[in-house]
Every structure is written in structure tokens, then in C-alpha cells.
């Protein structure tokens, strides 16, 4: 079968089952359910004190075939993955399916874990590293199921993804199970990604490094939801938590793909009083975020909100009275942390509320201007950021196909030519995102606008900003490159790539050695 | 069948369906399920402001039979209820169960659509007044079902009570449907018992007098729950939302009771670093903690929080440094309002967190120091605090089960006699409250310990406290006021009081004129 994008999606797939093919952005809307959950109320006066992890795989009656969740608040410096998987593989459990919200280097022990078949699935937002080479050659049994950080909550809240078991890395947590990630050695702000997990696990286990005295303050995930507490040495290294800080790029290509981007946002109609605004951490992206930032000072526009993964340049134009308040998923940085922790304006979301789209409304449907990436976008702006050139998995939407599907403008930055590969391509390796919520592509060589959008097309064309088709720009980067050569896969498909709504926008195959 | 307290109740009620009888206040804990909700997911950019009550009456397709709810943060000074049945009566809808948290005498209006037929059933955890008398005369045509303040968060959660539309009075929302009540003409502080009917309503529309540009800060009920937003003049009187202060008994016989209440928590061993307490908002429990404060300054006590509707006393020995934090489910005063808009160690919770019985824990369990007042207990200390001894409805339990179940040390105070009968009977007129949850009677002429708490006998006996039996207790009264002459009941069922884990504790029946 072939989907809307002229994928081609088998009509079952061997531990994923049967497809839904992806219709369209908009097409899943409607009447939904949230599924129910089954728990086990609490008996008054009894400790959810364990004493090891061991004992938490113990009372969770953790079986084979079972699904436990992770959150990814502690990025590459995550310990609790790898040390509830050390135990269960000691326990001798297989055929485990992991759905973390996203995997990093630091999970690498868990390539041994699906060679010996202690873990067979994986579900995932984004996976970089090992894991993702490991995936991306076919070693997983079942492909892995690749959300959006929106999808995942809604598959969660939809029961499309049970939860036995959920792990909640937890900063700090009192002794009757109130989570935050405020304080303790291991802080790492907001954990809105774990809320659907606490929510919707059937057992949720709180693993902590730094458990206090009933009640904590604030609680960002409440005693409702937690079934057992277990306080461990270390629940993760803050070096890989967050990074220090997180700079505008000084690359003067860079710099100019942020300079005319800044532009588009300018002639868009958007930067008036009550600008909302999403940009990721990389360099370029920050790079917008301070033209933006100009251009709001002065015309003295004060914006809604900024949304995310919050970094610390954002914090700083809030702190600007630029952003009345700030919605912030996840922290990036130790400023964006210590904004979080002292100002309440700079408010928590849970992962349904920022980008599931199958709730009453999310965040991101009130985003105005939405920065994004791209490893390749295609002449119909597909997007792919969940494979490589290679064709190896390297990242996965996160928040990206949410974003594109809330904003009223959704730009993608990016250099027209990476790696001495043209960026802008005829047909995208993996579709991440599907090109009708992309708007425009701003690359150093020139700027695309989707058709569909001839109001912008109409603003650009009365500036001085090199506006061409997206074909005229891949023609360009053609010409300096060549058109390089397709890879070519084999049969054995290695992802299922799930659009928001829980229809499948594309596969992955493995590649052809 | 009778249950475990000997009570009649009928195996089947019409409008309520079979009955499950009440077997003890811990018997039901175990593997529950929360249900599933059906919603309308958002189509990003559709606003969600309605006209009027009329068009969210049109736009939530609201018809005979549907069950529709309130919550009652405004008291006495809600306009809410009675706008929206307004408009549904206009309508000519019939058959409508109203769901309101708690029902008071502004709510008359409410009477004569139980005479046209308007509203057929209601549920409540507490009612007063004109409706709460006309359901005790029989004139709902189903009967009334009493639930706790955790009883009805269960109930929602478990889908035994189904709301159909749920009308949250919002004191201040923004225009994509976020929540708070700490802004605005109408600010009531926290909004907890609200909570529930948001995540579980089938749809939810948000009242407002204070819409606000998007989005609010704090958020106290998330965008992802509301599907409508209606603008009004206003949802409430602000002088019957809140009392200016709540006060100290001036009385000395309630200054008596207090001071002996607080020499049994004293001698309880209880009141040491970390105690938690919570009393309710009368003049004798404030006296209560009056008392217990100055024994928590001259031992150097740091307790860990007070729980409850808050009080600007409770806010006051917070703000002394007594306890680290408070939890609200409703500010009951303007001081608490002040302190929960202000400080982040003054926390909302939700009706469930609260006191549901069927989650994983809810904060009435870490409860060391419950004072709770009653109309009527009996020789197996159960506790009456439904009907008056006139046998009308004139309350209900609303927190009362579910702290007397979660606390450590329980503690009724009463006078032992009041207008002209005798407090303590042989048998209660209404079982609200199960005796095995009960631990102390502190009335004026002497203090009763439950049986089952000879740990406690024993160290009370050390005192110079009148210990005695709740049966000499009983007989000092009607020595007193003479034995008071028994009320007659039809057979006509007016209320089903059910515990808070759902079980019929006991039901209401008419008073014969």
C-alpha cells in the first residue's frame, strides 16, 4: 500500500501489526478516546519505599514480553535505562519492549540487550548513536516505533502504547512519591515528558538520587501516580545532562540563513504584540532567535510566550519582557533550568499538552513562528530528520512534525549543501514531517515558499530576499554537487516512522551493505 | 440487605442502579480501573470562544438524560449553576442529572427545575439549603447520591458518574481555555475539586468573567481539557465566595473542647517534627489549632504540611515557619487566597490527590492530625453528618470520610449537647463516617476513645483528661436533655450516601409530616 506521500507501507508489520496509512495533517481529527488505565490503589500507611531496582522489577512483577517507559530528561547523561535493563536482563526477562522517549549514546549497553534478546521493541521519538546503528542494521527482532514527542503522548493516552512499567527518573521525589526536577544533584527542570508515563503506566516507579522529607515543593508529577520509590546512588551524570550554555552559531553562513529568516518572520505579518515563538538549540536556530529578538526590541513588541525545550537565549529574551511566559517540555541548558526553578511564569507542560494532537488543543497550536531543521526536505518540503545520508537513523521528530503542525509559520533553515551533499532533494529518505504544514525554506543560496502559501509568496516578493522555487533550489545545490547517488535498502524493515496522529508517514528500511 | 453497619439497604434503587454495600472502609482497595473518556480532539487554529451559555448549551448538543457538572470554589456565591440550568429549562431539556460538588442555599433556583422536571438527579458531596430540603421532602424524582470529596473524584475517575458536559467557573482563563482562580473579580484560589471533572468531562466548558489574553500564568486546569470558553458579566458574588476572615471561638465551652483536643494530640506522640494536620473552617477547630500551634512554638516543632480548605489561620502558622508546606483543594478565606496566589510552597491539589481512595495515594494518607465536627455519633462512633436531627439534609460528608480514613489519630469535637439533644446516640440518624475510622470524641464533659486505639487509652489514662466510655458519654447527655424521641421515616429513598470507595454506606430516607 502506498500512503498519501507515496510511501510504501506494508498493510501488517510483524510486532507493530496492522498500519493505518497517513491521510493527511489534519485528516485523524474528531472523536477520540483516552483509554482506561488499571491500577492499584494505595492502602493507607504503606511505604512505597523500595530498596533496590531489584525489588522494584520484583514488586512490579515485571514478565516477559512487558512494556516499561523512560523519559529523556537526562539525555546523554541518563543512568536509570541502563541500570533497569541491567536488572531485568539479570533477571533472566526477555522479549522487553523499552519506550523511552528518546535514546542517546549513553544507552549503548543497550545494543547487548537486543543481541541477546532481553529487548525486542523500542518505541522512540528521536534515538542518536549505538542504539540508532544497531536499529538501523536490522539487530532489533521488531522494527522500532518512531514517534513524535505529541504522538507518543497520544499513543499513551490512546492506549496505542501500554505502559506496564514506567520508570520515572526523578530528580528529586519525597518519601510518598512527588517528583520534581528542581532540586537534587541530577536537576534537570521540567519533566514533561514523563507525565503521560506517570499517568498512564499501570506501575510507575520513581528512581531518585535524592529523596526528601514529605512533601515536596513544587510537585511536578504528583503521589497519584506513583506506585514504588527507589533511592539509588545516582539516577545520572549532569555534565550530559544539560550543556553549559548553548550559543549562537558564529559560521557567517549561519548567520546569514538566520539573518533572512529574521526577514521572512519580519514581512510574515506575525511580529506584532502577542508573537509566539519556538526555536530548537542549534546554532542557526539561536542565531534567529537573536535577529527576532532585535526586531522585537525595535518595534517594541511584547510577545505571548515561548515555547520547547527551553534554552538559555530564550530565557534571556523572556527575562527581556519579550515573552509574557515561557512553556517549557524540557530544559536544554543550566539558565534554562534556574528559570524554571524561580520564576512561574516560566510554566511546565506536560508532552500531551505541548504537541498532542489529539487532545482539546495543544501548545503548539498556538505557536505563530516555528523554527526547524532539516537533514534533507524535498521538492513537496517533506522533511526528513530521522535518517541520514547514510540512511542510518540519527535523530527522529521530537517535536518537529508537532511544531510544523501547529504554527502558522513553519520555517526550515538550513545550509543547501551539508557534507558536500545538496540538502534539497527530489524525494526525502524517510519522511519525518509531511511538507504540507512546512511553509518555507531558507537556505543561504535562496529562499523556497510552498505553494499553497501565495499570501507569503505575495509579502516576500515586495522584498529583497532571493525568493525561488524549491526545484530551482535544488537545482542549484545539484549544480555544485552533482545529484548524488540513491542508497539502496533491502527488504528488512528496521522503523515504523508514526506521524502525530498514529498513522504511519513512512518506513525505514535497513540499507544494502 | 443490611451492610456491615447493620444498615437497610435495598439490593436495587431506581436512578441509581444495584447497590454495592459498604464493607468496611479498607475493603475495597485494590486493582481498579480508571475509565476511558470520549473527547473532540482540536483543529489547530479553531477558536473556542462561544457567545453565551446558550451557545455552549447548542455547541456541547446537550439533551434529556445528560449529566452535567459543577464545582463549588464560589459557595454560596455562584452564579454558575444557576445561569446554565437557566438556559437549559429555556431550552426545554428535561431529565438532567447535576453533578455539583457541593450544592448551597444560592442554589434555590435549582428547586423549581426539580418541579418542572428539569433536573431529575443530583449528585453532591455536600448540600444546604432550599435544594438540600427539597430533596429530603422527596421532590427529586430519583434520589440524591451523596458522595465524599474523594468518593466523587473515585467515582468520576471509575466512570460511575459520567459526566456528560462539565461547566468549569473559571475566575480567570485565557482565550485558548487555561485556567486559574487566583485572578480576576471572582479569584477563589485553588480550583481542586474542579480537576477531575475537566480530565474526565466529556466535554468541558469554561465560565468566565476574566478572559485573558493566551496564555494565563499559573495554569491551574490545562487548555488540553477545555473545549468551550463562554465570557459572562460574571460567575459570582465575591461576598458569598469567601468569608473576609474565618475566626477563633469566642466560646468558652468551645475553647474548652479545644484545649482538651489539643492534650490528646500532645499526648497522642504524634506532634513531633514533620506532623501534619488538618481542621476544618469552624470556630472550635480553629481553636484547635490555635492551641496546637502554641504547642508547636514552645517545643520547637517543624511540621510538614496542613492539608484541606485552607484557612488564614492554617496560612498563618505556615507563615510562622509551622509547616513546610500547605495542600488546597479550596481557599476558604481571603488570606488563603492571598498566600496560594503568592507562594509556591502553598500548593493546589485536585479532589483526587485529595482524598480518592483509588489512586496510588492521595494526601489525606500522610494525614497525622485529623479534627473533624459531627451532628450525630454513635456508640460505634459512627459519624452523622448528613441529615440534621430534624432528619433534612443540611450537609454531607465532603472531606470528612476521607480524612477520618486516612489520618493517623481522628478526632471528633462536639459539644455534648446541642439544641436541647443529646450529640451522642445509640444510632446514628445517617452514617457518613464508619466508627472503625474514628479514634477520639472530645465533647466539654469528657473524652472517648474508639476501642480499637487501646495504644491510646493507655497513654490518655497517664493524663488528668475524663477518659471514658463513649456509652457514659451518651448516658451524661441524656441525663441531661432526657432521651430524645426517635424521627420517623417514610419509606420513600431521598439520598444514597455512599463511602468513598463507592459502596452505600447508608441511604436517606423521607421524614413522615
Redesign the interface.
Known sequence: MRNILGREIPKYIEGYGRTKLFKGA?ES?????????????????KS?ILKSIKEAVDACNIKDGMTISFHHHLRNGDYVLNMVLDEIAKWGIKDIKVAASSIFPVHSPLVEHIENGVVTGIYANYMSGPVAEAVSKGLLKYPAIMHTHGGRARAIEA?DLLIDVAFIAAPACDT??NVNGVAGKTACGSLGYAIPDAMYGKK?VAITDHLV???I???EI??????YIVNVDSIGDAKGIVSGTTKITKDPVGLKIAKMTSKVIEVSGLLQD?FSFQTGAGGTSLAVASYVKELMKKKNIQG??AAGGITGYIVEMFKEGLF??L?DVQCFDLKAIESYTNN??H?G??A??YG???????????LDVMILGATEIDTGFNVNVTTGSNGIIMGGSGGHSDTA??A?LVIVVTQLIKGRLPIVVDRVTTVTTPGETIDVLVTERGIAVNPKRQDLIERLKKTNLSIMTIEELKQLAEEMTGIPKKIENDHKLVAVVEYRDGTVIDVVRRIKD
Do not use: R, W
Not at 474528531?30 to 488505565?37: D, W, Y
Open positions: 489534519f481529527l474528531g472523536e477520540v478516546q483516552k483509554t482506561s488505565v488499571n491500577i492499584k490503589s494505595a492502602v493507607p500507611g512505597k492506549g510518598y512519591g510507575v522529607a514529605y512533601p515543593c513544587p510537585i504528583s503521589q497519584e501516580y506513583i506506585d502577542g505571548s510566550f509574557k511566559c512553556f512561574k511564569e510554566q507542560m506536560s500531551s499538552m498532542n494532537p489529539h487532545n482539546k488543543g495543544a501548545v503548539v497550536n498556538n503542525a501547529g502558522k
